[in-house]
């Protein structure tokens, strides 16, 4: 397929199915907001779940944190953000359209780039670019002056940081140990696009992995795999990912290492998350701007100890977006073309869908709605007889529901449903009551 046909085809199935719409649309929609609509919200949801449950419940070294977006302004002064979160921005003269410099296309003279859009030549000695900082700011309490700016945080990290003390002295935990978050962040893009891809409002996944500098190296590499691998657990193919490890001249100011982990999508390989040896250099800024000793106790050697950080940082949108992609599928059934979302059973938004054959028969629309009922507590089901059965499996294909589950005129005597397998398409007749028993286990 195409790819930008391909691109087209997800954004226009994510608003048709209610997967994610424009903010603000009946107003026009605002630029480069999106929202998650009744499905995208189930898989947003699915998405940030499983990941907490990798990296919190199922780990003894981990624990997770819920922190405020807006910070005190010294936070943002001590990270760098205040004075380094910028990025150079362009004009082209031409179609005045504006750029980040690095979206510029080379040229063969070191001050000459080329417009992406329309081609124009670019003297960088004439348009000399400009740093725009990406931090959005706002005001806190009733009057609106330079002390009361504050800003919506641009990343989780700095809570984890902040809380750096209040961890370790509620938790107890021993080095090496993590401390995990998903929440909101805010950046005013300057290119924002494709799609959830990169937008103004976000949110993000974050992982602080405190370990003795000695052991950096050997946390870092561990960490890079182990996200790596998730993806791929959770359904992503091993031929769309990849890890591109960062040249020195491509690392933050603060980063000793990086890696990305790259996923395929139509419009080219791009990030999805980064993985970061940070050094100790947060705790060390924020030992010297708020005055309070940022480090760890080791009660065996006696000694205190400023951890090195390792920061696996993931987009839930963009992890979402690849998701999403990665399951798109189309299939030739007799003539007609089959889209299905090959979710994996734990990310799929829906898990089963149960559906009266006949609408107008009373028994069967009752005795469809009461397995639904019955099914409700323990697994994700929705019930749907808003039209003939073929179109009803159409739509939940289209949406990665696993199971369709019908009643029959037939099940009303012999008490039996016909569960048809999202992927094989194979049908299954099992009685009502061993039903939640068949789905739980294929579930599994
Ligand atoms: P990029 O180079 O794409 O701008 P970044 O390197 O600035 O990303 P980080 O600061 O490392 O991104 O943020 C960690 C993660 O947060 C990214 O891997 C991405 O998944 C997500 N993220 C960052 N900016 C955005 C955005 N504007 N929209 C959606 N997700 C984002």
Known sequence: MPEPILMDKIVSLCKRRGFIFQSSEIYGGLGSVWDYGPLGAELKRNVKNLWWKSVVHERMDMVGLDCAILMLPQVWKASGHVDGFSDPLVDCKECKKRFRLDNLIDTKEEHVKECSSCGAKIDLKISAPRMFNLMMKTFLGAVEDESAVTYMRPETAQGIFVNFLNVLDTTRKKLPFGVAQIGKSFRNEITPGNFTFRTREFEQMEIEYFVRPEEDEKWYEFWTQERFNWYLRYGI???????????????????????????????????????ANRSDFDLKQHEQFSGKEMVYFDSVENKKIRPYIIEPSGGVDRATLAFLVDAYHEEKVKEETRVVLRFSPELAPIKAAILPLLKN?????????????????DIRVVYDDTAAIGKLYRRQDEVGTLYCVTVDVQSLEDKKVTVR???????DRIDVDMLQKYLVEKLA
């Open 421 to 427: 397998d999202r992927d094989t398409m194979l049908q």
């Open 237 to 275: 193919k091993k031929e769309n990912l990849r890890i591109r490890a960062h040249a020195k001249d491509e690392l933050a100011h603060y980063a000793k290492a990086c890696s990305d982990i790259e996923y395929n999508f139509p419009f080219g390989w791009s990030e999805l998350e980064g993985i």
């Open 361 to 377: 028969r009373p028994q069967i629309v009752e005795m469809a709605k009461g397995i639904a009922q019955s099914l409700m507590k």
